[in-house]
Each structure stands twice: as C-alpha cells, then as structure tokens.
C-alpha cells in the first residue's frame, strides 16, 4: 500500500490544497493499492506559478547543462527500473515482463534520448542574412494517459527540459504512482525547483485547470480524441498552443505474396500488446479476398496463445472493462463473425479482463471497423485489390499508425505512401523511439520523440543582419 499525501511542486512535497484523496486499484483483483491527493485548481496554480518562475533561470542554462541533468535523470530512471516496472504491473495490470521490457525500458531509452539531443540540437541557425534562434516556448502543462504511464511522461518531459521548457505534468488518476516515481527521480536528479511540476488530480478539475491556465504556453496532452478537442478548443479560445497525440484505428494491410504466417502472428501480438490499450494498434487486417479464410485461421489459432492473467493482463478499470465488452456485443450485433474470444468473462479471475477477441466478416462501415475500441480485439477485413485496401485503410476519421507485409520491400513502401497516417511500420519494422509519431487527421496534432519531438516545445525567432 503506497500511500502517498504531497504533491511535487516548486522542488518540494507539499500537501494538497484541496484535501481529497484517490484511491489507486489493481485492475488484476480489485484491490486498492495506493493513494494520491486529489489536487485542485489552486494547487495547479502553484504548480503553473512555480514553473513560471523557474523558466527564465532554466531557459538560460546552457543545452550542455540540461544535458547533464537529463542524463542524470536517465541513470535514476536506470537504477529503478525494476521497482517502475512493478509499480506499472500493480496499477495498470500489466504483465511484469511487458513492464519491465516497455513501459521501463521504453522511457529509458526515450529519456537517453533526449539528453543527447540536448547535447547536439543546434538551437541557432543562418539562414541568408538571418541568424535563426530556437527558444523554449515557456511553461508546458503536461496531461499524460494510463495506458502508457511512464512513456508518456517522458516523452513529453524530457524534450521540453531539453529545449529549456519548464514543465507542471498532470498524470493520469488511474496510474498516479509511477508519476510520483518519476517526480522522485527529478528530484534526485538535481533538476532545480519549479522546473518540473506534479500535480495529481481528476481530468475534470486540475486536467481542466491546466489546460485553461493562463500561465501555460503550451498544452501537451494524449489521451481521446473527444478531450482533445475539447483541449484545443480550451487553449484556442487564448490563442495557445498545442501537440494531441490522440486515438487510433491503424490498419495492417497483408498484401499478396507477403509472408502470411509472419504478418498475422506478428498483426495479433500488436493487437494483444498492452491488453490493446494501444493508440497505435493495428487493429484493423485487411486480407485479399485469395487469403482471407487462412488469415482468419491464423489468426484464431495466434489469439489462442494470449491467455487472460497470464500473457494477457486486465484493462485498466470496470468502466474499460464493460466498453471493450460493449463494442464487442455490438459487432455480433452488426453481423460480425466471432472466431476466438467474444464478450463473455473469461474466467481469469476477479480482475477486469477481457478474452483476445477476433471478428472475422467484417465490413468496413461496421462500429468495430470504425471506432477506436481500446483493448484486445482484432477486426479482418476483406479487400479484392490494392485500390481496395488503400480505400478501406484511409476510411477512418483517424490516421495514427499502421504497417503494410509485401513480398517486396519496394511495393511495400509504395502503397505505404498511399496511407494517410503519421507512422507505417513496414514488413515488421522495428520500434524507433528517435522517429517521429503522430498522427494525421484526428489522431493529432505535432509529434513526439527524436528531433521532431523537440521541435514542438521551440518557438523560433530570426535576427536579421
């Protein structure tokens, strides 16, 4: 029981104004395991007023001196890395080895990242008669999602204090402990008060707070795409920026010739991944009409494999739970064939678990084609030739991610450049935490990780000569 009764704000703990308290429960049993305190609009304000005060000291420190802090940042996230993956495994279900390997040594990565392009970044440039300056945009009010807790904290951290941005992070009231983690390692980090900020609270109260806060320069927030308009239209109203990294409803397109076996395993283990609580999941397979009634056989003896409390963990609440079992009850309804899975309990205990679902007959107008979903379910869909599947991948409001299978690397990559969407993995393309991920359409706005990610957090001034 981690029972937590201070905020992180201004380089000290200090209790909440508000007094309330959240109670943080693991999805694997139902029991209460921590909790945080419930913050209110005047504790957001602290935390905005401290990182304000911060800036001017911050943004003048040297890109060698924030590397440093960054790299030390790194190496306390390095020397925690198994309580991180445990306190992820305890709050979002996750199973320890997914834990250990992703949502630990992703953000690892991701914070080494960032403290070499601080090292490295040229944040002036000469462009004709023009000296070209790349400064910090300011205070960065930070609302970071359960599904990916650490990552996301990083991802956005980490390039806004590379790029001399001060930070007030409001993490998610599902998974608030590894953010208190995290606030921990800043601290130890020698990262100077008020540059980073931690407030914990509900999204309709210091998320809110946040977002509209006359303090903050730019709003960096993942989540739905419902509250992300819902951002934009707050920060647009006082003409602020802001990067959304938002839903998903990615297609997997196995093209003729490609390597069938290879592309469905791999397909599903995307779609299962996380209990897919994946923006980016590829939840969608498009099959040629020739090799759809194999695919739809792989594919279930694939799901087989992704046992409920063991390879699969929990979703992250009741209210997950029932969505996803909704969405699924809605596909049969809609004439969907189910192949494994279905909404039924599976049996894995008193945890809020969902059975590895796949839907076979699915047509492209059906809700499962068309909305995110959120957890483990795959959709397959049929299509007759390229034009076909090109139409039926870009048919979403959505354009996150995806990945095409050819039998050839070259025909791959071209009908990759028909997708409208900000990532395509191609014939299994790894995981490149310096690329730029972000999405087209309603799946977003700005990118994150690498260079580009850094980008986000600078305004540009030109010095004419």
């Keep these: 029981m981690k029972q937590?009764?201070?905020?992180?704000?201004?380089?000290?703990?200090?209790?909440?104004?508000?007094?309330?308290?959240?109670?943080?429960?693991?999805?694997?049993?139902?029991?209460?395991?921590?909790?945080?305190?419930?913050g209110s609009a005047q504790d957001v304000d602290a935390a905005v007023r401290a990182a304000r005060a911060a800036l001017p000291g911050w943004a003048a420190t040297p890109p060698e001196e924030r590397a440093e802090r960054l790299a030390a940042l790194h190496d306390q996230l390095v020397a925690r890395t198994g309580e991180i993956a445990e306190t992820v495994t305890a709050e979002l279900g996750s199973p320890l080895a997914f834990s250990t390997a992703v949502h630990a040594g992703v953000p690892v990565a991701v914070c080494g990242s960032y403290a070499e392009l601080a090292r490295t970044y040229?944040?002036?440039?000469?462009?004709?008669?023009s000296t070209v300056l790349h400064e910090p945009v300011g205070v960065v009010g930070a609302i970071t999602p359960w599904n990916y807790p650490l990552h996301q904290i990083?991802?956005?951290?980490?390039?806004?204090?590379?790029?001399?941005?001060?930070?007030?992070?409001?993490?998610?009231?599902?998974?608030?402990?590894?953010?208190?983690?995290?606030?921990?390692?800043?601290?130890?980090?020698?990262?100077?008060?008020?540059?980073?900020?931690?407030?914990?609270?509900?999204?309709?109260v210091a998320g809110q707070a946040l977002a509209e806060h006359d303090g903050v320069d730019l709003v960096s927030f993942t989540g739905s795409t419902a509250v992300g308009k819902r951002i934009g239209a707050l920060a647009g109203a006082a003409v602020k920026r802001v990067a959304l990294e938002l839903g998903g409803k990615s297609a997997n397109v196995i093209l003729p010739g490609a390597d069938l076996p290879k592309a469905v395993a791999v397909g599903v283990a995307n779609v299962m991944a996380?209990?897919?609580?994946?923006?980016?999941?590829?939840?969608?397979?498009?099959?040629?009409?020739?090799?759809?009634?194999?695919?739809?056989?792989?594919?279930?003896?694939?799901?087989?494999?992704?046992?409920?409390?063991?390879?699969?963990?929990?979703?992250?609440?009741?209210?997950?739970?029932?969505?996803?079992?909704?969405?699924?009850?809605?596909?049969?309804?809609?004439?969907?064939?189910?192949?494994?899975?279905?909404?039924?309990?599976?049996g894995a205990g008193p945890g809020y678990y969902v059975a590895p679902t796949v839907f076979a007959d699915v047509t492209p107008?059906?809700?499962?084609?068309?909305?995110?979903?959120?957890?483990?379910?795959?959709?397959?869909?049929?299509?007759?030739?390229?034009?076909?599947?090109?139409?039926?991948?870009?048919?979403?409001?959505y354009g996150l991610a995806g990945a095409v299978w050819a039998a050839d690397e070259a025909e791959a990559v071209a009908f990759a450049r028909?997708?409208?969407?900000?990532?395509?993995?191609?014939?299994?393309?790894?995981?490149?935490?310096?690329?730029?991920?972000?999405?087209?359409k309603q799946s977003g706005i700005g990118r994150e990780l690498g260079p580009h990610g850094l980008t986000e957090y600078l305004q540009t001034k030109s010095l004419q000569f």
């Design 154 to 204: 990083v991802a956005k951290a980490a390039p806004a204090l590379a790029a001399g941005c001060t930070v007030a992070l409001k993490p998610a009231e599902d998974t608030p402990l590894v953010a208190q983690l995290f606030a921990e390692c800043v601290d130890a980090a020698g990262i100077p008060a008020g540059v980073f900020n931690l407030v914990t609270g509900l999204g309709p």
């Design 4 to 38: 937590h009764d201070a905020m992180y704000i201004d380089g000290s703990w200090r209790p909440a104004e508000g007094g309330g308290v959240i109670e943080v429960v693991n999805p694997a049993d139902g029991r209460v395991i921590g909790t945080v305190p419930a």
């Design 274 to 346: 996380n209990s897919g609580q994946t923006c980016s999941a590829w939840t969608r397979m498009l099959v040629h009409r020739d090799h759809y009634a194999e695919a739809v056989e792989l594919a279930t003896a694939a799901a087989a494999k992704y046992v409920p409390g063991e390879k699969l963990g929990p979703l992250v609440n009741a209210a997950q739970r029932d969505r996803v079992r909704g969405y699924i009850e809605q596909g049969i309804a809609q004439g969907a064939r189910v192949v494994a899975g279905g909404p039924e309990a599976p």
């Design 418 to 440: 028909r997708l409208h969407t900000g990532q395509v993995d191609i014939n299994g393309g790894r995981f490149n935490p310096l690329a730029p991920f972000g999405g087209y």
């Design 365 to 397: 107008e059906m809700t499962i084609a068309q909305e995110e979903i959120f957890g483990p379910v795959l959709s397959i869909l049929e299509y007759e030739d390229e034009d076909d599947a090109a139409r039926i991948a870009n048919d979403t409001v």
């Design 122 to 129: 040229s944040f002036e440039e000469t462009i004709g008669n």
